[in-house]
Every structure is written in C-alpha cells, then in structure tokens.
C-alpha cells in the first residue's frame, strides 16, 4: 500500500540527497541534515536541524513521524528531543529534527548527514461517546503494573 505525498525542496543543497527508503523493506526514510556547517550538539543539548524539505500528506488518514536513526542513539546517544515527532497531514512547513544529545561527549553533526527517519503511519480519527459509567472489566481502573510482571 502507497499513498502519494507531495513535497518541496526548499533548500537547494539537499536537491541531491532526497529522503528515500535504504531498501525494500525499509520501513523509514532517512532525512538529512540540511546545513552548511559541522554543528556540534554538547552533551545534554538539544539543536533544531533543518532538512531543506517540507512535505504535504493531504489524507487525514495518514500521519507522518519523526523517528531517531537506531544507531545514532546507541551508540552515540543522539536521539529526538521531543522523543517522536508528529507530522499532521495538514502541515505544509519545513520538517524540523530536534536533536537531543543524551551522552557525555560532544558530537559532530556534519553537512548532509542522515540523522532522523520518517515513517508515514495510517491514522484513525475518534469520535468520543460521553458516558456515565462503563461496562465493568477484571483490571477496571488498574495502572500501571496492576497486571504483574511475567
């Protein structure tokens, strides 16, 4: 299953290294930082990095996500500063990575670097029903570990 979804190059570095699946079954498409210089992200800092692009999903049944790239947070400890960032299908700006540096050393963000991946999700819209009282169930209003552990 595929849906279209337009986009805009809006800055011209990033023409040549457009986001695109590694492989068939690729789940994510990487996005690059669109910078001109090395950015160094200190320990404990978060950075704002622009990838040149800017999308438009259109069907409100499809959602875009920011995910972190695996081995940037492992081994490097880069990951997203809001943890996931959502792209609702309406949105038409810039895609913004904020990037979290959650290790004890410096690093290096180069020009062009592959530093987040975007996964388009399909999205159900709820409608809310008002309710006095719900029906009763075995876990009712347990939270968290109510369940066990194994």
């Given at each position: 299953m595929s849906i279209i979804v337009d986009y805009k190059i809006l800055n011209p570095i990033?023409?040549?290294?457009?986001?695109?699946?590694?492989?068939?079954?690729?789940?994510?498409?990487?996005?690059?930082?669109?910078?001109?210089?090395?950015?160094t992200?200190?320990?404990?800092?978060?950075?704002?990095?622009?990838?040149?692009?800017?999308?438009?999903?259109k069907d409100p049944s499809y959602a875009g996500l920011i995910l972190p790239r695996s081995g940037l947070g492992h081994k490097h400890g880069i990951v997203l500063g809001n943890l996931v960032g959502l792209i609702d299908s309406d949105y038409q700006g810039e895609l913004l990575i904020s990037c979290w540096?959650?290790?004890?050393?410096?690093f290096l963000i180069n020009p062009l670097e592959r530093i987040a991946q975007l996964v388009l999700v399909p999205i159900m819209q709820a409608k809310f029903n008002l309710v006095d009282d719900y029906d009763a169930t075995n876990r009712g209003s347990g939270g968290f570990g109510s369940t066990g552990k194994t």
């Open positions: 990033i023409k040549e290294h457009l986001p695109k699946y590694a492989s068939e079954g690729s789940a994510g498409l990487d996005l690059r930082a669109c910078i001109e210089h090395v950015q992200l200190n320990p404990s800092e978060t950075f704002l990095i622009p990838t040149g692009i800017s999308i438009f999903i540096n959650r290790s004890n050393k410096a």
